[in-house]
């Protein structure tokens, strides 16, 4: 199991609610990534960061958006949550302190769903 | 742009028999990774094999191996002896080496179920 933690897993919102999706990572890596995931669907990229103080977005837009302050912590803002922002959030990571497997396989943690109501 | 296509939405097996689940891949690049990933329902997604596109020969973990076929763009799992266990949704993933935040493109995902 790789290092790489997400809270809540679970959380029920109102409308208009803001919420930020707490991820940590104690691997040391560099790069850490936002997905997200309808049931039993594919995962879209949505943020990413290379370190501190680098944060891009990705391939699928969100209104989402994110901070980088310290290497272990990638947390995820949703100011004002609307009923479209339920899905499910997959926090990632990789870097190259991971020996193991020299193309810098992606960890994930097990993941935040979020519904609003 | 990669992309990864999984050409089967559903799969299923009887316990202890032997699965393959597909996948093809579209790249101009010549160097690269693939993966495929394991997500139990609610669960993490789970590292389940890897491959380096330079290596010719096809990587085994347990009972996981892939049938990568280079010119077919191809990277196709097989599963042997399916355990209960195995029971999940399976991804397919790609990733250049070069690019902006080295990220993995995903498949649409295979469900595997397992009969006992």
Redesign the interface.
């Known amino acids: 199991e790789a290092d790489i933690y997400q809270t809540p897993r679970y959380l029920v919102i109102g409308t208009g609610k803001k919420i930020t999706l707490e991820c940590s990572q104690t691997m040391g890596h560099d790069k850490m990534y936002w997905y997200q995931q309808d049931p039993g669907m594919e995962l879209h990229l949505i943020h990413y960061s290379y370190g501190v103080n680098s944060t891009e977005k990705g391939d699928l837009s969100s209104e989402s958006t994110v901070s980088r302050i310290r290497t272990e912590h990638f947390p995820l803002t949703l100011e004002s949550a609307r009923p479209s922002h339920t899905s499910q959030y997959l926090c990632a990571s990789s870097g190259g302190q991971d020996l193991a497997f020299s193309g810098n396989t992606i960890y994930f943690g097990e993941g935040s769903w979020l519904t609003v109501v | 742009a990669q992309t990864v296509t999984q050409s089967q939405p559903e799969m299923s097996v009887q316990e202890a028999e032997t699965v393959t689940l597909s996948c093809t891949y579209d790249t101009s690049e010549s160097d690269y990774?693939l993966?495929w990933?394991k997500q139990p329902p609610?669960?993490?997604?789970?590292?389940v094999i890897?491959q380096?596109a330079y290596k010719q020969q096809n990587a085994t973990e347990n009972r996981f191996s892939v049938n990568f076929q280079k010119a077919a763009k191809s990277f196709s799992l097989k599963i042997s002896d399916s355990q209960l266990g195995d029971a999940a949704?399976y991804?397919c993933a790609y990733?250049s080496?070069w690019g902006?935040?080295?990220?993995?493109t995903?498949?649409?995902?295979t469900?595997l179920m397992v009969k006992p």
């Open positions: 990774y993966f990933y609610s669960r993490q997604m789970i590292l890897r380096e949704m991804f990733r080496p902006a935040g080295n990220m993995l995903f498949g649409g995902g469900r």
